[in-house]
């Protein structure tokens, strides 16, 4: 078992809807990452969160440290927002990642 | 990000041969990391450095080996390629518990 678990796997939206995609980690942690990669590109950070709720344009991240549980939302979401978004949780001197949730967005 | 850079982006070998894949930062981060992305598998931390001439492995090292000379570059070497290793390899740099982590654009590796 993944120390960092994300559901769904695979997600297909239409444009507009409002996404949740959820992590969920097994151990205390400091931080949790949210990276996003675009098919066939390079891996960029969004979110760094250790409490509480970031904004960020059309992207909202939150984590509940009791529960061990971050969400990541989209709003009004675009085709381009197509992408795999990854949750990694911070751990002494690296991440731990999970494994991803592809995104679709259909026009 | 131009602040660091990745060498080759795309490289085809052969079993048995030796390839080294360079990462080069341009910030002067301390951390630097190489990771596999492999279908299934997410990232994958092979090895990282906490430092110039400071090493560590990580999930998944065996078959490969790292050096820091200078703490803007962290060289990957396969030093016998195996089909297995067909991956699409990161570097990275920052990105410990509380600070971000910045990500070089990739080398498709292929391996025949």
Redesign the interface.
């Known amino acids: 078992k993944n120390e960092v678990e994300q559901s769904p796997q695979n997600l297909t939206a239409q444009e507009g809807e409002f996404i949740t995609i959820n992590c969920s980690y097994s151990v205390g942690i400091s931080a949790l990452h949210w990276l996003q990669q675009h098919p066939g590109g390079g891996i960029v950070s969004l979110f760094m969160l250790s409490s509480g709720k970031k904004k960020h344009g059309r992207l909202i991240a939150t984590i509940n440290i009791q529960e061990k549980h971050s969400s990541l939302h989209i709003t009004a979401s675009h085709p381009r927002d197509s992408a795999v978004y990854i949750c990694a949780r911070g751990a002494t001197n690296k991440l731990i990642f999970g494994t991803g949730t592809l995104l679709a967005v259909q026009p | 990000d131009a602040g660091i850079t990745q060498s080759p982006r795309y490289k085809i070998t052969e079993t048995g041969r030796q390839v080294t894949l360079m990462c080069h930062q341009t910030w002067s981060h301390s951390?630097m990391?190489w990771y596999r992305q492999d279908l299934?598998?997410?990232?994958?931390?092979i090895y990282?450095s906490?430092a110039a001439d400071i090493t560590?492995k990580?999930e998944v090292p065996d078959g490969y080996v790292v050096s820091r000379s200078k703490t803007e570059n962290f060289p990957l070497t396969l030093e016998s390629a195996t089909r297995s290793q067909t991956s699409v390899y990161?570097c990275?740099i920052g990105?410990?518990?509380?600070?971000?982590?910045?990500?070089?654009?990739?080398t498709r590796l292929t391996v025949l």
């Open positions: 951390y990391f299934g598998h997410g990232l994958r931390l990282y906490a560590d990580g990161f990275a990105g410990t518990d509380y600070r971000e982590q910045f990500f070089g654009p990739g």
